[in-house]
């Protein structure tokens, strides 16, 4: 069964960094494209960072400057560095892929992760 499990979220001041993990599991071929959203408590989700096919990568206009977003493609797995962290920050943070999968036969799917608290504050 293909998984995307977050880790890595927790209790940071403001000013602090994280950096958020996200493994997919299970027959996977590889990552088309990647990204990370965050849904704070009342709020819609929003998109903090995407990684598309081509290589390219945007972020959200309060991200920019502050988080990174990575890939290891070897590996599966995708990162976002967060630093100089606020406190409205504060959300559920989950990983999203477009990901070439065999099962046995092979196609594209999207899959979301369950998310992973970050809570920033002192």
């Known amino acids: 069964q293909v998984r995307l499990v977050e880790s890595g979220g927790g209790l940071v001041q403001p000013g602090g960094s994280l950096r958020l993990s996200c493994a997919a599991s299970?027959?996977?071929?590889?990552?088309?494209?990647a990204a990370w959203y965050r849904q704070a408590p009342g709020n819609q989700r929003e998109l903090v960072a995407r990684?598309?096919?081509?290589?390219?990568?945007r972020y959200g206009d309060f991200a920019e400057g502050r988080f990174t977003m990575s890939t290891d493609k070897a590996q599966n797995r995708m990162y976002l560095q967060m630093n100089a962290l606020k406190p409205e920050d504060t959300a559920t943070y989950y990983c999203?892929?477009?990901?070439?999968?065999?099962?046995?036969?092979?196609?594209?799917?999207?899959?979301w992760g369950k998310g992973t608290l970050v809570t920033v504050s002192s």
């Open positions: 999203n892929a477009d990901m070439l999968i065999e099962q046995p036969i092979r196609f594209d799917q999207e899959f």
């Open positions: 299970g027959n996977v071929i590889k990552i088309n494209s």
């Open positions: 990684l598309d096919r081509s290589g390219r990568t």
